[in-house]
C-alpha cells in the first residue's frame, strides 16, 4: 500500500449529487502529500484508540486549521470548510489512506454543531472559534454509576441558587476527562424530578473548584476514560444550554449529533489498513485476506450508506439514521479488530486494538437498544 488513494463512490442515486470535483482531489491529494510528514504518520499507524499522541494531534491539528479543514461539516461562516458529504468522505478515506492521525476532537464532532443548532449568539461567538483553534478541548458527562444506557436514572444534582448551579454527584466513563477543558453535561435540575424530566444541559469549565478527575485504566492498559467527581462546584447559571427542565430535549439532539459520528469511515479505513498490514505477515494469509476483503466491501457499503443517510429520507427520522449508522460503524469496528487479532494474536497493538473495540457496541447506547429503537421506527410492534 502506498497511500494513493482512488475510491469510486458508486451509482449516483447511492450519493449526494455533488461529486468532488477532480481539483478537489487533487488539492487534498497534494496537500496530504506535503502536510503529513513521516512522524505523523507513524503515529497515525500506532494508535489504537480514538485519538492519535497529544503531540500528533495538536501539529496534524494546526496545519488542518491554517488550511481552514479542520471543521470539514461546519458551515463557512462558523470557521468550517462547508464541505459537501461527498467531499468530507473523500478526505476522511484520503487520510486514512495516508495514515493521518486520528484528533477525534468532540468539540468540533458533537458539541459544535450542538451549539450551531441550540446555542445562543452569545454562546456561539464565545466558544466556537476556542473549538476550532484548540483552547478548548471538550469531554462529555452524561454516564453515571446507575445510569449509562438507562440514561434517565441519572442522579447528578444542578441546584439553581441565585445565579448560579450547585453540582454535586460524579460522572463515569467520561473519555478524555483528564485533557478536557471543558465539559458538556446532563444533570438534574428539579429537586424530586424522575426520569427525563427536570434536567438541564450545562457548559462546564473544568477548572472550576470541587472538580476532580480520576483515569481508570481500561483492559488495553489505556486510561482515555475517567470517572469525575464535583463536590459544591459551582457554574454560572450562563453555563446552562437552553432553559432548565429542557435538558432531555436537548441531549436528544447531542447524541443525534454523536451516534452518526463517533466512527468515522476514515476511522473504519485506518483500522482496516491496520488490520491488513497484519494479515499479510501471517501464516494463513490467504483465508485471512479474503476476510480482510469482505470486510472491506462492508465498509464500501456502509460508506454509500451514510452518503445516502445525509440527505433526507422518507421513512427514517433524525434518531432512526444516526442509531443505523452508529450500530453499523462499531460493529465494523469490531470486525476489522477481529481479523487483525486472528492474524497477530500475539501483537500488542492487535491486542490493544480488539480490546477497545470491545466497548464501541456499549458507549453511546448498547446495539440492542438501537435495533429496539430501528425496529420501531419501521412499524415492528
Known amino acids: 500500500m502506498d497511500g494513493s488513494f482512488s475510491h469510486d463512490f458508486g451509482a449516483p442515486d447511492a450519493i449526494d449529487a455533488q461529486f468532488p470535483s477532480e481539483a478537489f482531489k487533487r488539492e487534498v491529494d497534494r496537500f496530504l502529500a506535503r502536510e503529513l510528514t513521516p512522524d505523523l504518520k507513524e503515529a497515525g499507524r500506532a494508535t489504537t484508540g480514538l485519538k492519535s499522541p ?91 454509576a446507575g445510569a449509562g444506557s438507562d440514561l434517565p436514572a441519572l442522579s447528578m444534582k444542578a441546584e439553581l441558587i441565585g445565579d448560579h448551579f450547585l453540582l454535586n454527584g460524579t460522572k463515569l466513563w467520561t473519555s478524555f476527562a483528564e485533557m478536557a477543558t471543558h465539559m458538556y453535561m446532563l444533570a438534574r435540575s428539579e429537586p424530586g424530578s424522575i426520569g427525563r424530566d427536570g434536567l438541564v444541559f450545562l457548559l462546564l469549565d473544568m477548572s472550576l473548584p470541587g472538580i476532580k478527575v480520576r483515569p481508570i485504566q481500561c483492559i488495553d492498559g489505556s486510561d482515555e476514560i475517567c470517572e469525575v467527581h464535583f463536590d459544591n462546584v459551582k457554574a454560572p447559571s450562563s453555563a446552562a444550554l437552553g432553559k432548565a427542565g429542557d435538558g432531555w430535549r436537548i441531549a436528544r439532539v447531542l447524541m443525534k449529533i454523536a451516534r452518526s459520528n463517533n466512527t468515522t469511515t476514515g476511522t473504519l479505513r485506518q483500522a482496516w489498513r491496520a488490520a491488513a498490514r497484519f494479515v499479510a505477515a501471517a501464516a494463513n494469509e490467504p483465508y485471512l485476506k479474503r476476510r480482510l476483503d469482505l470486510v472491506e466491501a462492508d465498509i464500501t457499503g456502509f460508506e454509500a450508506l451514510e452518503a445516502r443517510l445525509s440527505k433526507e429520507h422518507d421513512q427514517l427520522n433524525d434518531a432512526s439514521r444516526s442509531a443505523m449508522m452508529k450500530l453499523r460503524a462499531s460493529e465494523l469496528h469490531q470486525e476489522i479488530t477481529e481479523v487483525a487479532l486472528e492474524a497477530a494474536p500475539h501483537d500488542e497493538k492487535a491486542l490493544a486494538k480488539y480490546f477497545f473495540t470491545r466497548a464501541a457496541t456499549i458507549y453511546s447506547g448498547t446495539s440492542e437498544i438501537h435495533r429496539n429503537s430501528l425496529a420501531r421506527a419501521i412499524g415492528c410492534p
Do not use: V
Open 54 to 144: 497529544s503531540w500528533a494531534c495538536k501539529a496534524w491539528r494546526q496545519k488542518l486549521l491554517d488550511k481552514r479543514w479542520l471543521a470539514p461539516s461546519w458551515p463557512r461562516a462558523h470557521g468550517g470548510a462547508g464541505w459537501s458529504t461527498a467531499q468530507r468522505l473523500y478526505f476522511e478515506q484520503a487520510c486514512a489512506a495516508n495514515d493521518a492521525p486520528l484528533i477525534m476532537s468532540s468539540g468540533i464532532r458533537t458539541i459544535g454543531p450542538l451549539l450551531m443548532q441550540e446555542g445562543t449568539a452569545e454562546q456561539q461567538t464565545y466558544y466556537l472559534p476556542r473549538i476550532l483553534t484548540g483552547e478548548h478541548e471538550w469531554c462529555q458527562g452524561f454516564s453515571e
